[in-house]
């Protein structure tokens, strides 16, 4: 079982992702085609994640589904991360 500590780490960072995409969007610093694609399901599977780990603060979760959902928020991050340093914001 993942500690809290672990919980809340991935939670603020599936945040970080979540809040940096809405600013870009809001920009409108998204390119049309391929890349506004690749926002919209990063947004999608990043909503998911915090659906998943907000839960997991009060009911818990168990170790590989937090193993899961932890993959996929730093995958979701360091993609948005090389998108944000490429964009220079």
Request: aromatic fraction near 6%; charge should be neutral; charged fraction near 25%.
């Given at each position: 079982m993942p500690s809290a500590i672990e919980?809340?780490?991935c939670f603020?960072?599936?945040?970080?992702v979540q809040d940096t995409l809405n600013?870009?969007?809001d920009n409108g610093q998204v390119d049309d085609g391929l890349e506004a694609?690749?926002?919209?399901r990063i947004m999608?599977?990043?909503r998911a994640s915090c659906v998943t780990l907000m839960a997991?603060?009060?009911?818990?979760?168990g170790a590989v589904s937090f193993w899961v959902t932890k993959k996929t928020v730093d995958r979701?991050?360091?993609t948005v991360s090389?998108?944000?340093d490429r964009k220079g914001l």
């Amino acid at each position: 079982m993942p500690s809290a500590i672990e919980i809340s780490e991935c939670f603020g960072r599936a945040n970080w992702v979540q809040d940096t995409l809405n600013r870009m969007v809001d920009n409108g610093q998204v390119d049309d085609g391929l890349e506004a694609n690749n926002v919209a399901r990063i947004m999608k599977t990043n909503r998911a994640s915090c659906v998943t780990l907000m839960a997991a603060g009060t009911d818990g979760i168990g170790a590989v589904s937090f193993w899961v959902t932890k993959k996929t928020v730093d995958r979701d991050f360091k993609t948005v991360s090389a998108m944000n340093d490429r964009k220079g914001l």
